[in-house]
């Protein structure tokens, strides 16, 4: 009988391509290969930072096969089991991706097979631990993440879903569309540039300001991304369940030793300028915040316990050279819609002023623009492998 084997086509310059193997299961058929293609693929970030193209190795994909009849949302849960890719990994080799291991093939006609993808790859189930993990194990695969405090060792999540695929689907061809898991948060500090109403602003006060520290408390730290369809639940779904202790909630801090860009943190009342518009503070490499989603508003232990933003900062008078430690406080559920949602980017602007504290507000935007590199994607070319 001929055989489609399962090869990787790649798109230049997009950062992940994937092909995936593991041992026949059903009978297979056609006498071409299948290809893998991840299209629109948005910036993916390790490590908290904007990653470019060259910096993804590896991706993970799991694959369940199921009656073509049926299809993912007909199969009964206990049947839905990862019989056609059990967390594989792919990698790049020699610039391109490709398979790590043996080739896959196409199941038989009677059958299609429903895939998901996610970004980074792990098998170390150390910062972030993905199900399932046996091929027996039923339902949608899920990864549970729980944010490091230390923003350099948070991770940016990617996840695709392809369902119902047959060889007939565009040619043989699966092609993803990968979506951020997560919510990034970014801060910019100004001083007061004077908005009228009586406020002149602080151009002609002689002091200075430092920012000495961010904090982000009380944050719901980890939760679990459902990459399938389940129920009434869209795949990418987020359960952040509210914990039932306040020690649960965790306080995330930026400072000029980790993640603060120290050449940004000097604001002189003197300038005329560049002192009156936002800089992004934490905009180093390993300095963007990545968030579970969740309301920024709950009760804890019947505690009203809302995410609060703190600046620390520094103001000096360059008259007399005294200088006051001040912290700017904000209730960030009374901002925007009260969420942190996949796939946005957040951009808390703060205003500083010598004589009337701080104001705060919000810049929303999609991931992809909000801080983030937008992916260019080239025409397909196949490789063999």
């Not at 007399?320 to 942190?340: H, I, Q, Y």
């Amino acid at each position: 009988m001929l055989r489609r084997k399962l090869i990787l086509s790649l798109i230049p310059f997009c950062s992940m391509y994937a092909c995936v193997d593991v041992a026949d299961i059903h009978t297979e058929r056609h006498d071409a290969r299948v290809d893998f293609t991840f299209e629109s693929i948005d910036a993916v970030s390790s490590r908290a930072t904007v990653s470019t193209t060259a910096t993804l190795d590896r991706i993970g994909v799991f694959g369940y096969s199921h009656a073509l009849t049926a299809g993912w949302s007909g199969t009964t849960a206990s049947a839905l089991i990862p019989d056609y890719f059990l967390n594989k990994m792919v990698v790049k080799k020699s610039g391109n991706w490709g398979y790590d291991g043996v080739t896959k093939y196409w199941p038989d006609a009677a059958r299609s097979v429903s895939f998901f993808a996610y970004a980074p790859y792990v098998d170390n189930q150390t910062t972030f631990v993905v199900y399932p993990q046996a091929a027996a194990e039923t339902g949608s695969p899920t990864i549970a993440y729980t944010v490091p405090v230390d923003v350099a060792e948070q991770t940016d999540l990617l996840y695709g879903v392809q369902l119902d695929q047959v060889y007939g689907t565009n040619a043989g061809t699966v092609a993803f569309s990968m979506k951020h898991a997560l919510a990034c948060v970014d801060i910019s500090v100004r001083l007061n540039p004077g908005t009228g109403g009586g406020d002149t602003g602080d151009q002609a006060r002689p002091f200075m300001v430092a920012v000495d520290e961010i904090h982000v408390d009380s944050v719901i730290p980890g939760g679990t991304l459902t990459l399938a369809p389940v129920g009434a639940n869209p795949a990418g779904t987020w359960v952040a369940p509210i914990p039932a202790a306040l020690s649960a909630l965790k306080l995330y801090k930026l400072r000029p030793s980790n993640g603060l860009d120290a050449t940004q943190l000097l604001f002189d009342a003197r300038q005329t300028a560049t002192d009156f518009t936002y800089r992004t503070l934490n905009a180093t490499p390993d300095g963007h915040w990545l968030f579970i989603p969740q309301t920024l508003s709950k009760t804890v232990a019947g505690t009203p316990s809302p995410v609060m933003l703190f600046v620390h900062y520094t103001v000096t008078s360059l008259t007399t050279g005294l200088s006051e430690a001040r912290v700017a406080s904000f209730d960030l559920s009374a901002s925007g819609n009260g969420k942190w949602e996949a796939g946005q980017a957040y951009n808390y602007q703060i205003t500083l002023s010598a004589t009337k504290g701080a104001k705060l507000e919000l810049k929303v935007a999609n991931f992809e623009v909000g801080g983030s590199i937008e992916w260019t994607t080239g025409a397909s070319t196949s490789v063999n492998i």
